[in-house]
């Protein structure tokens, strides 16, 4: 898929549950290993695909601003899904752990066709590939995970997508 400011640039996201290798992806990422260079992002914290599309516009435009705080485009999409300013925050409440069960992988400027970035990610995540949509993030959030990441109060529950998304938008200026 292309984002709307960065038509030349693609991004592929896949959802994944039930991952039984999470603690070898984990490995391989510290590894810096290319073949891994992807956003592992922990799900449980996930609502909406709009929280990925904001996260990943940010980070977008923080790169094409040369203002990134972190050293790569894959981490930028993780500390911008965190309405923290610190990069081990986001790495602790967003990023995928040794744990994780339930993943997005989400991938920029990536293989030219997204079933070429499909068939490469399906080697290497060992778990149940699930479609990129509302109604997965839906079953999959951990709710309280998510009040506690983004500290929603009871009013912000009722819409909690909305008052993620401005967390996202407005990180760094409160």
């Known amino acids: 898929m292309y984002l709307p400011l960065f038509q030349k640039t693609p ?15 984990h490995q391989e990422l510290i590894g810096q290993n290319p073949a891994y260079d992807y956003a592992f992002i922990d799900a449980s914290s996930i609502v909406s695909v709009k929280q990925i599309y904001s996260a990943t516009m940010r980070a977008l435009q923080a790169q094409a601003d040369g203002q990134m705080k972190s050293k790569t485009l894959h981490m930028e999409v993780i500390l911008s899904l965190c309405p923290k300013t610190e990069i081990s925050t986001a790495l602790r409440q967003f990023g995928m752990s040794k744990k994780s069960k339930k993943i997005v992988a989400l991938r920029i400027n990536g293989a030219p066709s997204e079933e070429e970035e499909l068939a490469h990610v399906l080697k290497i995540v060992q778990g149940t590939h699930l479609p990129f949509s509302d109604e ?10 998510v009040k506690k990441n983004y500290k929603l109060d009871v009013a912000s529950m009722q819409n909690p997508t909305a008052a993620i998304l401005s967390a996202i938008a407005l990180r760094g200026y409160s």
């Open 11 to 25: 991004v592929s996201v896949f959802v994944f549950n039930n991952v039984e290798n999470a603690e070898k992806l």
């Open 136 to 145: 997965t993030f839906q079953k999959l959030a951990d709710m309280k995970v």
